[in-house]
């Protein structure tokens, strides 16, 4: 089936670079993307969404752009710190029979060292 | 503090036990979902109830049976579990459709 996928398991970087974590997806009905970040022992957290009729969209740090064209997702983060560091889900949302599907991509696990 | 509360955080029982998931959340969301998640993997779908109807069941076994009884609630029944199915499980809200879902911290459930 089609699905979700991350290109880099892990990305280390150092406090205060930027850091870009990147998504594939294959299904070309999903039209609403979602970037989560999930600490050790917690669930999810919401960090910021894109329709698919945006190309780009700005939040405090973070920056995530939609290439429709190649199916591809990326979340900027500036100014990394060590509070960033978790592991980072995609989400794509699809409709299915009248309901709507979110499913999760790989996830990668970004490591900030100080 | 997440705004969707999960009991209990941790939970073992054998094989032929019966238990309980609960999850509330009171952001009069429409949609809430079950998720179950392993080590070092993503969330996967479990269940998704729409206005407290169940709208998608992703193939789940039986052992694993869900019930909304209001809008504010959601209860995972299990019952004759496996091993295999020690994992985090996860509930998380959303007002419905183009919405971000709002997770809780989970349950991490172990099988013996």
């Known amino acids: 089936g089609e699905s979700v996928g991350l290109h880099l398991p892990t990305l280390s970087v150092q406090e205060g670079d930027n850091s870009i974590i990147n998504c594939a997806y294959s299904n070309s009905a999903s039209d609403y993307f979602i970037w989560y970040k999930q600490e050790s022992g917690k669930g999810p957290q919401f960090i910021i969404d894109?329709?698919?009729?945006?190309d780009k969209r700005q939040g405090q740090r973070v920056t995530v752009l939609l290439n429709k064209t190649v199916k591809h997702l990326s979340l900027q983060i500036a100014a990394t710190q060590p509070g960033d560091s978790a592991v980072y889900f995609c989400a794509e949302n699809a409709a299915s029979g009248g309901s709507y599907i979110p499913t999760f991509g790989r996830g990668t696990s970004l490591i900030v060292h100080p | 503090d997440t705004e969707v509360t999960q009991t209990p955080k941790h939970l073992v029982m054998g094989m032929t036990n019966k238990k309980s998931l609960k999850c509330e959340q009171h952001?009069?969301?429409?949609?809430m979902y079950w998720y179950k998640q392993k080590a070092k993997k993503p969330p996967e779908l479990m269940f998704v109830?729409?206005?407290?109807?169940?709208?998608i069941n992703e193939s789940v076994p039986s052992r694993f049976s869900p019930e909304c009884p209001n809008s504010s609630l959601l209860n995972l029944h299990l019952h004759a579990l496996q091993p295999e199915d020690s994992a985090l499980y996860l509930c998380?809200?959303?007002?419905?459709?183009?919405?971000?879902?709002?997770f809780g911290d989970g349950t991490r459930l172990s099988i013996l």
């Open positions: 998380a809200s959303s007002q419905y459709r183009e919405q971000p879902q709002h």
């Open positions: 109830y729409s206005y407290e109807k169940l709208s």
């Open positions: 952001m009069g969301h429409r949609a």
């Open positions: 894109i329709r698919s009729n945006m």
